[in-house]
């Protein structure tokens, strides 16, 4: 799987937009981008995925450039809540026909502020 | 069950001594995982089975790692000889079906080799 690069650390401020990058410049055709977050020491938990297309959900929006060489998850009005260590991973997805693991590297700490 | 649970939740043992972590994935769930996570630091592949099937087992570090899931539900994860940098947090993960994109992670197993 591609591997991804990602800011060690950010802040928002709480009600504005929360908006997390995310380089995967080696990623090929038929793999997909997801996201997870980890709250504290809870496990990981599934935020959203997309191909090429933006995609949105109730938790947030994905945004993939258009060579999806980057992309770009929004929170639209983060809470104290949304404080988290958020995973950009790019994994083959179920049009290839197989599960793959997660492979998370180090994820980007937000830090959501009052 | 509503989500995957995992136990023990804590478990401390003495350098030399085998330890078995048990996974119960959400049921129906096809697909089961098993990550180690180090304090500070993402989630690590370590093995996953289809059904009673391991698929991959590429991430266990060693011969002492071995899991089995016998009858394609429950995953038992034993770690013989423990060294006391075996100590970590160990997650298990199920998804619905084979290519499921949304994977679900248990709380993990907090293991302490003194």
């Known amino acids: 799987d591609a591997k991804t690069t990602q800011p060690t650390s950010m802040d928002c401020a709480e009600g504005r937009a929360a908006n997390l990058p995310c380089n995967h410049s080696?990623?090929?055709?038929?793999?997909?981008v997801y996201w997870y977050r980890q709250i504290h020491s809870q496990g990981p938990q599934y935020i959203i995925h997309g191909l090429k297309n933006n995609e949105t959900n109730e938790m947030a929006s994905l945004i993939i450039t258009e060579d999806r060489k980057s992309s770009t998850l929004i929170l639209p009005h983060a809470t104290l809540r949304d404080t988290a260590v958020y995973y950009c991973i790019v994994r083959v997805g179920v049009s290839s026909g197989s599960a793959r693991q997660l492979t998370f590297g180090s994820g980007t700490q937000l830090t959501v502020l009052p | 069950g509503a989500g995957v649970s995992q136990s023990p939740r804590y478990k401390v043992t003495k350098r030399g001594q085998d330890v078995a972590l048990r996974c119960d994935p959400i049921s129906g769930h096809v697909s089961l995982y098993w990550y180690r996570q180090a304090l500070g630091q993402g989630p690590e592949f370590l093995t996953y089975?289809?059904?009673?099937?391991?698929?991959?087992k590429s991430g266990l570090p060693n011969d002492r790692f071995s899991a089995e899931r016998p009858e394609g539900s429950i995953s038992t994860l034993t770690i013989q000889r423990t060294e006391q940098r075996d100590s970590a947090m160990y997650r298990c993960a199920s998804s619905q079906t084979e290519t499921g994109n949304t994977i679900y992670f248990g709380e993990g197993s907090w293991l302490t080799v003194v």
């Open positions: 089975f289809n059904y009673e099937a391991q698929q991959d």
């Open positions: 080696t990623i090929s055709g038929n793999e997909y």
